[in-house]
């Protein structure tokens, strides 16, 4: 079958793999009728290449038809259309129990320190296949995959993978109170999404982002807009929007490709020019992550407000302002989104009517063996490339 593999930083092409199969009963194979490339396959694009090995399949937003099922998965049945969620989940787990999906025990990656497996995403993830390709092996097909009506385009559906319930997620985790005021830093798919849905729920949404494009997108939907690169003191220009204060919560869409941070730059090009062995232990201890992103959030929120992480952050050891977020009381949550959590919830929202326009939310969709060049459009932010769609 045919599948985008990574080849090294900047290097994702189109090969021919060994097909997908049913190993273990919980198994299932679906075929692949859509895939995104999502805002943190850029960071195998570049900053976490340590942790790719040449020909690890890429993505982690699939959706598409069941082909076969192993002999303990009940529930589906060849023909199915159905949307595979990025991360492992048993769904019987005392983590999955808590609805904390992305911290299942039954595929938490050891060797690693880390939470559930997920799929196409680097070693300290379980090196698991991704499912930009043709085929897909879903691993604990007994809970995981979501089944979705077989009308409808696959645009209304495919979010369910990543894009919605981490959007959904980084909303509820900012707790935003009636009323109340959200700043989004990041425009990119995930913080697009995030300021649709809490202009869905009548919360006032200031959205941050250098891109024209992005910013245009979000403003279209209602929010107000603001230039990351105009050179004003943001904080400064927020806080007079907010009373003086600043927005009740803030999100961070953005993580550790935030622009702003030479010293972090310098880190994660050095890193990925260096052997496997040697970058990985300094990618893992070291403090390597663009924290500009972060770092402002807690400037601009005001005083016992909330932020809420989305990015993806890589080091153990990046500093952050302590003192600040003591004195100012400031709540931070954070982490991968827990999809099956929410997914019932937002289902209710992909009907016909679509309020959150995911739809229309795609900017490119692309035949799968144009994967390579539709990745360095996404990294550049060329061609107004905001989300982008594979047909295998």
């Known amino acids: ?36 490339i999502c805002g943190s396959d ?42 595979v969620p990025f991360q492992i989940c048993c769904g019987e787990c005392f983590m999955c129990g808590q609805g904390l999906h992305t911290q299942c025990e039954t595929t938490q990656v050891r060797d690693y320190g880390m939470g559930a497996a997920l799929y196409g995403y680097t070693k300290l993830y379980g090196q698991v296949p991704g499912g930009q390709a043709e085929y897909l092996r879903v691993r604990q097909a007994q809970f995981a995959p979501i089944k979705v009506p077989a009308d409808g385009p696959d645009e209304r559906y495919i979010y369910l993978s990543d894009v919605l319930p981490t959007a959904w997620q980084a909303v509820e985790y900012a707790g935003v109170p009636d009323g109340g005021s959200l700043v989004v830093l990041g425009l990119g798919p995930i913080g697009d999404m995030a300021c649709r849905i809490a202009l869905h729920r009548g919360h006032r949404v200031i959205g941050v982002d250098p891109v024209p494009e992005r910013r245009a997108r979000v403003a279209e939907r209602g ?23 600043g927005p009740d919560s803030v999100i961070d869409a953005v993580g550790l490709e935030a622009h702003g941070s030479p010293v972090a730059g310098f880190a994660q090009k050095i890193a990925g020019m260096l052997p496997g062995s040697v970058a990985e232990p300094m990618m893992q201890k070291a403090g390597i992550d663009r924290l500009a992103a972060l770092k402002q959030a807690i400037e601009i929120v005001r005083r016992g407000g909330t932020i809420s992480i989305s990015g993806v952050y890589g080091g153990m050891a990046d500093p952050l302002p302590m003192l600040t977020l003591f004195d100012k009381q400031i709540q931070l949550r954070m982490g991968q989104a827990n999809v099956r959590r929410w997914s019932d919830e937002i289902m209710k929202l992909l009907t016909d009517d679509d309020p959150l326009g995911v739809e229309g939310f795609h900017t490119h969709r692309r035949p799968l063996d144009q994967a390579p060049q539709a990745y360095e459009a996404f990294q550049a932010k060329t061609d107004g490339t905001v989300k982008v769609l594979l047909s295998p």
């Open 223 to 245: 929010a107000d807009v603001l230039d990351a690169d105009a050179g004003n003191d943001l904080p400064g220009v927020i806080r007079e929007m907010t009373d003086g204060r």
């Open 42 to 83: 850029l960071h195998l694009y570049e900053p976490l290449a340590p942790f790719m090995t040449p020909g690890d399949i890429m993505g982690h937003e699939t959706m598409g038809v069941v082909e076969e099922v192993g002999a303990q998965v009940g529930g589906l049945t060849a023909g199915d259309r159905v949307v």
């Open 1 to 36: 079958m045919k599948a985008v593999t990574w080849q090294g930083k900047r290097d994702v092409r189109v090969d021919d793999v060994p097909d997908a199969r049913i190993t273990e009963p919980t198994d299932a194979v679906i075929r692949v009728t859509t895939t995104a």
